[in-house]
């Protein structure tokens, strides 16, 4: 996805942030997304971002998943207004 609402993507920060000691490596949310955004990291034994712009905007499924809350993406509330604030740009060009 190179741009979502006609924001480019790597402008737009919705990605899931690992909690690295919460994580129990049981691989669920790198096994669940098909876009590749995480990886199973051997020497850790741990999941990890890998390709943070490839999570779909809005996307918390990989959370949803993880059974100790080791995923997390940022606030809903601090991410609508940073998106409203970005549309409002894109339509004025």
């Known amino acids: 996805m190179k741009e ?3 924001i480019p993507r ?3 920060p919705w990605f899931p942030t690992m909690d690295e000691e919460k994580c129990t490596g049981c691989r669920a ?4 997304c098909p ?9 850790a034994g741990k999941a990890r971002v890998k390709n943070p712009y490839n999570c779909v ?3 918390k499924a990989c959370a949803k998943l993880c059974p100790v809350d080791a995923i997390s993406f940022p ?19």
Request: aromatic residues 12%; hydrophobic residues 35%.
């Open 4 to 6: 979502w609402r006609g």
């Open 10 to 12: 790597e402008e737009i």
């Open 29 to 32: 949310c790198v096994e669940f």
């Open 35 to 43: 876009n590749e955004v995480l990886e199973f990291h051997e020497a």
């Open 57 to 59: 905007v809005e996307c």
């Open 75 to 93: 606030d809903e509330e601090e991410f609508s207004a940073f998106i409203k604030k970005k549309l409002s740009g894109v339509e004025k060009k």
